[in-house]
């Protein structure tokens, strides 16, 4: 056990700035996707709960295709199989469209369940009041809809920082290729995954944490589920 | 050689045998450790045994898969444990799994009244039966959603397996991509064979949960 500890101390000085390097690399690609994942996801809950029975259906089908997808076929879809079309994404811009789109998908539920939790009353109360509906949405609807959306929109932002590790498949100078490239320099493969997996720990932990402990303090004082 | 969409298709078929292999296998890894997780988070006495579990649960929870499978695969054989890309992938995917249901039995059982366990105990029946007859079967209709839903990610992260050398899906792909460069087909009919295979199962574990009328 000390044997295997004492390998860290001899290489670690070595091993830490590029790992550090390659982490920003990993938390832009997640920010950025998570980012395409809330805009696109945006536009289809507007969709989703619009009049028109096509946009309706269109919205619906996407998302259900994205989620019934493996990020990773997306991925080296995005990457292989666009060039064909003519549009050459390099491995960075192909990750954060993937991780864009397929958290689009997961942001679009999050919001819609947001929304609908809300009561009507909520809109029609502030529409009576006076206010415009761009009004009413922003500083009424939105604000108590974010209760609900808050912890499963950090969840998902915590799944795209996992998730981004994929890229590395995709030749992107993440996390995961980096320690791939080190393990091979150093042959030292077991104490750089492990080592890799505490940055993904020390990463991911402190936001899943934050996601519950805002999910507890967030659902104080409303009322039961279905009670609105 | 050209190949048409439906060789294409059968090459992939073959892959999707494996990734059936690799999902039974993390499922069955992933339900039975899950279940003896959570028994043990909610019915232990002692803190340190459910720290270390949420230890566990959070390491695996918050590290990426393909990191888990390439400690497993490439990590260990460093040490002389040497798993076959197969082997790395279930054992890998069954352990995370573990680590996922762990997390959706306890808060299961946590939402059963105590009254049911109360009240099997008073009937007569032992701990185990108690858990057997009343307690599970209740846990295990409350939790068929969130099973549901680790079904579909779990089948859809066979394809991780790929990176490991495992001939599943990605993995005849890729090859086949090398060697007809007939990318946008290969990749398309690889996403409709995911597709048509999740598609169906979250169906199943939707239809099902209908079925039983679970809350939500």
Redesign the interface.
Same mark, same amino acid.
């Given at each position: 056990m000390t044997a295997f500890l004492a390998v860290y101390s001899s290489y670690l000085h070595e091993w830490w700035p590029r790992l550090a390097g390659a982490v920003r690399v990993t938390i832009e690609l997640s920010t950025l996707g998570f980012a395409l994942a809330i805009v696109l996801g945006a536009v289809l809950v507007l969709m989703l709960r619009s009049a028109n029975p096509l946009a309706r259906a269109a919205a619906n089908a996407f998302v259900?295709?994205l989620?019934?997808?493996?990020?990773?076929?997306?991925l080296?879809?995005l990457y292989?199989?666009l060039?064909?079309?003519g549009v050459t994404l390099s491995g960075y811009w192909a990750g954060i469209l993937g991780l864009g789109l397929q958290g689009a998908a997961y942001v679009a539920e999050v919001l819609r369940g947001g929304l609908t939790s809300v009561h009507k009353g909520q809109r029609e109360a502030g529409l009576a009041a006076g206010m415009a509906p761009h009004q009413v949405f922003l500083w009424i609807v939105l604000p108590q809809a974010m209760r609900v959306m808050l912890p499963p929109l950090l969840n998902c932002y915590?799944a795209l920082l996992?998730?981004s590790?994929?890229c590395? $498949?995709i030749a992107t100078d993440e996390l995961?290729l980096t *320690?791939?490239a080190m393990?091979s320099e150093y042959?030292?493969?077991?104490?750089i995954? $492990?080592l890799?997996?505490l940055f993904?720990?020390a990463t *991911?932990?402190p936001l899943?944490m934050l996601s519950r402990v805002l999910a507890r303090r967030l659902a104080r004082g409303r009322r039961a589920?279905g009670v609105n | 050689m050209n190949p048409g969409f439906l060789d294409i298709l059968r090459t992939l078929l073959a892959g999707a045998a494996t990734a059936a292999q690799v999902a039974v296998g993390a499922v069955v890894i992933a339900l039975a450790g899950g279940l003896l997780l959570a028994l043990a988070i909610v019915f232990t006495r002692s803190n340190a045994l459910r720290l270390v579990i949420g230890a566990y649960v959070e390491w695996m929870r918050n590290v990426p898969a393909l990191a888990h499978l390439f400690v497993l695969y490439f990590g260990l054989a460093a040490v002389g444990v040497r798993f076959s890309p197969l082997g790395a992938a279930v054992l890998g995917l069954g352990l995370v799994g573990a680590a996922v249901l762990a997390d959706v039995f306890a808060s299961g059982l946590r939402a059963l009244h105590a009254g049911q366990r109360e009240a099997a105990l008073a009937a007569g029946l032992t701990p185990a039966q108690a858990l057997r007859y009343v307690l599970l079967p209740q846990m295990l209709r409350l939790t068929l959603p969130s099973i549901g839903n680790y079904a579909s990610q779990l089948i859809k992260d066979t394809s991780i397996a790929s990176a490991i050398a495992a001939p599943e899906i990605m993995f005849y792909a890729r090859n086949l991509v090398t060697s007809t460069f007939q990318t946008p087909l290969i990749y398309g009919g690889a996403i409709l064979l995911y597709a048509c295979i999740v598609l169906p199962v979250s169906s199943a574990f939707a239809f099902m949960s209908r079925r039983l009328e679970v809350g939500r």
């Amino acid at each position: 056990m000390t044997a295997f500890l004492a390998v860290y101390s001899s290489y670690l000085h070595e091993w830490w700035p590029r790992l550090a390097g390659a982490v920003r690399v990993t938390i832009e690609l997640s920010t950025l996707g998570f980012a395409l994942a809330i805009v696109l996801g945006a536009v289809l809950v507007l969709m989703l709960r619009s009049a028109n029975p096509l946009a309706r259906a269109a919205a619906n089908a996407f998302v259900q295709f994205l989620r019934a997808v493996p990020l990773l076929a997306l991925l080296l879809a995005l990457y292989f199989g666009l060039p064909s079309f003519g549009v050459t994404l390099s491995g960075y811009w192909a990750g954060i469209l993937g991780l864009g789109l397929q958290g689009a998908a997961y942001v679009a539920e999050v919001l819609r369940g947001g929304l609908t939790s809300v009561h009507k009353g909520q809109r029609e109360a502030g529409l009576a009041a006076g206010m415009a509906p761009h009004q009413v949405f922003l500083w009424i609807v939105l604000p108590q809809a974010m209760r609900v959306m808050l912890p499963p929109l950090l969840n998902c932002y915590v799944a795209l920082l996992k998730d981004s590790s994929l890229c590395a $498949l995709i030749a992107t100078d993440e996390l995961m290729l980096t *320690a791939r490239a080190m393990a091979s320099e150093y042959f030292l493969p077991l104490h750089i995954f $492990l080592l890799v997996g505490l940055f993904y720990f020390a990463t *991911a932990f402190p936001l899943s944490m934050l996601s519950r402990v805002l999910a507890r303090r967030l659902a104080r004082g409303r009322r039961a589920l279905g009670v609105n | 050689m050209n190949p048409g969409f439906l060789d294409i298709l059968r090459t992939l078929l073959a892959g999707a045998a494996t990734a059936a292999q690799v999902a039974v296998g993390a499922v069955v890894i992933a339900l039975a450790g899950g279940l003896l997780l959570a028994l043990a988070i909610v019915f232990t006495r002692s803190n340190a045994l459910r720290l270390v579990i949420g230890a566990y649960v959070e390491w695996m929870r918050n590290v990426p898969a393909l990191a888990h499978l390439f400690v497993l695969y490439f990590g260990l054989a460093a040490v002389g444990v040497r798993f076959s890309p197969l082997g790395a992938a279930v054992l890998g995917l069954g352990l995370v799994g573990a680590a996922v249901l762990a997390d959706v039995f306890a808060s299961g059982l946590r939402a059963l009244h105590a009254g049911q366990r109360e009240a099997a105990l008073a009937a007569g029946l032992t701990p185990a039966q108690a858990l057997r007859y009343v307690l599970l079967p209740q846990m295990l209709r409350l939790t068929l959603p969130s099973i549901g839903n680790y079904a579909s990610q779990l089948i859809k992260d066979t394809s991780i397996a790929s990176a490991i050398a495992a001939p599943e899906i990605m993995f005849y792909a890729r090859n086949l991509v090398t060697s007809t460069f007939q990318t946008p087909l290969i990749y398309g009919g690889a996403i409709l064979l995911y597709a048509c295979i999740v598609l169906p199962v979250s169906s199943a574990f939707a239809f099902m949960s209908r079925r039983l009328e679970v809350g939500r």
